[in-house]
């Protein structure tokens, strides 16, 4: 079977030559909460030289960590103004780490005993509870990428957590020829997928945040069925061999991972951060996709 690979590139590396040659890279993904040193113009004409199709991944209504908070602390800023009934549970750590809030102020959260570590700047949050409200949706760095993007003729965008048909609608008000593939990553959007199938974009089954937000671990089986259901040409993406960024041979269980994701119907895989900070690990990575794919 044919597989393809969308790269999540880190906008300085030194190896992009290399991965944007292998065979099934089809693409590369910018994920926007990457440091620049110019802003988000300068990163897009890096990464426009490769020729590879390039997404810009916009952070939308995710919730974010807005500053950094060093222990003991009891307070948090995020990326957006929210509403929900308290006391609730926050997620942090991909869901290892559980903090009781007690109390919510626009963008403040007050925790009742916070993660025993330093929580840095572009952590993601996690409130999994169906009184949430999240205001508005695009962030002031996801619009300025969207205006360099314009400036400079360029029209991929990968939107985060989609949940409804204005999520897409907000994007090409700023960019009205944007092709825009739908992340799907909670339960909202896995509703959403259901409903409008793949009408509004092709979809995106976001394992990294999706994970956490199906609440019980084994869920996520389903969850990624429900998006290739809605879209059999979706893409898969995140915690696809993870285990090759802190060792050179994968473990058994990321190979049996990604040969159900394949038995399922995925043939386009997005490898996230963890695996492609680093030449090796993308390359090995890379490699693995396509000897699985050929059987």
């Known amino acids: 079977m044919k597989i393809n690979a969308i790269v999540t590139v880190p906008p300085y590396a030194s190896f992009l030559d290399e991965v944007a040659a292998h065979p099934i ?5 910018l994920n926007t909460v990457m440091p620049l040193k110019d802003g ?5 004409e890096r990464l426009t030289k490769f020729n590879q199709p390039l997404w810009i991944d916009l952070k939308g209504r995710q919730l974010r960590v807005a500053g950094a908070a060093i222990p003991p602390f009891t307070e948090l800023r995020l990326s957006h103004r929210i509403k929900v009934n308290t006391p609730v ?5 991909d869901g290892n780490e559980r903090a009781r809030i007690v109390a919510v102020d626009g ?15 572009g952590e993601s949050v996690n409130i999994m509870h169906p009184s949430l409200e999240i205001e508005g949706t695009l962030t002031e760095t996801d619009k300025a ?32 020829n944007a092709e825009v593939l739908l992340k799907i990553e909670t339960q ?4 959403f997928a259901k409903k409008n199938k793949s009408t509004r974009g092709h979809l995106v089954a976001a394992r990294g945040d999706l994970y956490v937000e199906v609440l019980r671990p084994h869920k ?10 809605a879209d ?31 038995e399922i119907g995925y043939r386009t895989f997005m490898l996230g951060d963890t695996v492609c900070l680093k030449r090796d690990s993308i390359i090995e990575a890379l490699n693995l996709l396509e000897q699985m794919g050929a059987g």
């Not at 996520?220 to 259901?229: R, S």
């Not at 898969?236 to 159900?260: E, K, N, Q, Y």
């Open 25 to 29: 890279v089809s693409g590369f993904r």
């Open 40 to 44: 988000p113009r300068e990163a897009l």
């Open 89 to 93: 549970d926050a997620y942090f750590s």
């Open 107 to 121: 963008d403040r959260i007050i925790l009742e005993d916070g993660p025993r570590r330093l929580v840095g700047p």
């Open 145 to 176: 990428y969207l205006s360099a993007m314009k400036e400079m003729g360029l029209t991929k965008v990968m939107l985060s957590y989609v949940e409804s048909a204005a999520d897409v609608e907000e994007v090409k008000s700023l960019l009205p």
């Open 188 to 191: 909202r959007g896995l509703e």
């Open 220 to 229: 996520i089986v389903d969850a990624v069925k429900t998006v290739v259901q």
């Open 232 to 262: 059999p040409k979706a893409i898969v993406a995140s915690r696809i061999f993870d285990s090759l960024g802190w060792t050179p041979v994968p473990v058994s269980a990321d190979i049996g991972d990604v040969a159900f994701l394949m």
